[in-house]
Each structure stands twice: as structure tokens, then as C-alpha cells.
């Protein structure tokens, strides 16, 4: 059974930053992948960054490149979106994802998910 936990989120004013944290129980994660989607309200959930477990590669989407870091903590079992320079566009519910596939930019292809932390980005 996979479990993941997403925490951090909050309402910051824009220019701020915030770090989520996804904590996964369940599997040995050597072998996943971890993204995180975001979903604004009346919008499709959007992908916003990747990382392989094991390697560490990333990919971010445009949208947040420069501004957004993805990293995992091997030992905590843990994944983070590190958010700097937040816009008001931003606001939206974050979830994270694991699988054991490369799951691409697709949510559906996500097998995994968190509840999701919402954050909040006043102007």
C-alpha cells in the first residue's frame, strides 16, 4: 500500500517562498518517480516538476522553471517543491505523485497521490 502525504502549504504574499514536503510510506522508492500537479480552481490539475528517485533527474514546466526546485530526501522517504518567488498564479491545490514508471506530464498516467496541501499567493 502506498501512502503519500503532502504538507506546507499556506497564504503568502507574492515574492514569497514555501516549501512543500511529501512524505511516501509503503514502497521502496530506488526504483519511482515523484512529480508534483497542481490544480487551480475551474482548471485542469497541471504538472509542475518531476524528479527520479534514485538519480535525481528533474524537469519542470515552464510555467515554474528558475523559480521552483524539486528534491527528495532518500533517507526521510520525503520529496519537496521548493517555491520561490511565488505569483498569484500559483495559488492552487499541489498534489504529489509517485509511480514506479516514468509517468510523463499526464496525471492520469500517475498512479500514486497525496490529498493535496493548498497554497495560497495574495498580490
Known amino acids: 500500500q502506498v501512502h503519500l502525504v503532502e504538507s506546507g502549504g499556506g497564504l503568502v504574499q507574492a515574492g514569497d517562498s514555501l516549501t512543500l514536503s511529501c512524505v511516501v510510506s509503503?514502497?521502496?522508492?530506488?526504483?519511482?518517480?515523484m512529480a508534483w500537479f497542481r490544480q487551480a480552481p475551474g482548471k485542469e490539475r497541471e504538472f509542475v516538476a518531476t524528479?527520479?528517485?534514485?538519480?535525481?533527474?528533474?524537469l519542470y514546466a515552464d510555467s515554474v522553471q528558475g523559480r521552483f526546485t524539486i528534491s527528495r530526501d532518500k533517507a526521510k522517504n520525503t520529496g519537496y517543491l521548493q517555491m520561490n518567488s511565488l505569483e498569484p498564479d500559483d495559488t492552487a491545490v499541489y498534489y504529489c505523485?509517485?509511480?514506479?514508471?516514468?509517468?510523463?506530464?499526464?496525471?492520469?498516467?500517475?498512479?500514486?497521490w497525496g490529498q493535496g496541501t493548498q497554497v495560497t499567493v495574495s498580490s
Open positions: 509503503g514502497p521502496t522508492l530506488s526504483n519511482y518517480y
Open positions: 505523485a509517485v509511480n514506479d514508471v516514468l509517468s510523463g506530464y499526464k496525471s492520469a498516467a500517475w498512479d500514486y
Open positions: 524528479i527520479t528517485w534514485g538519480g535525481g533527474t528533474t
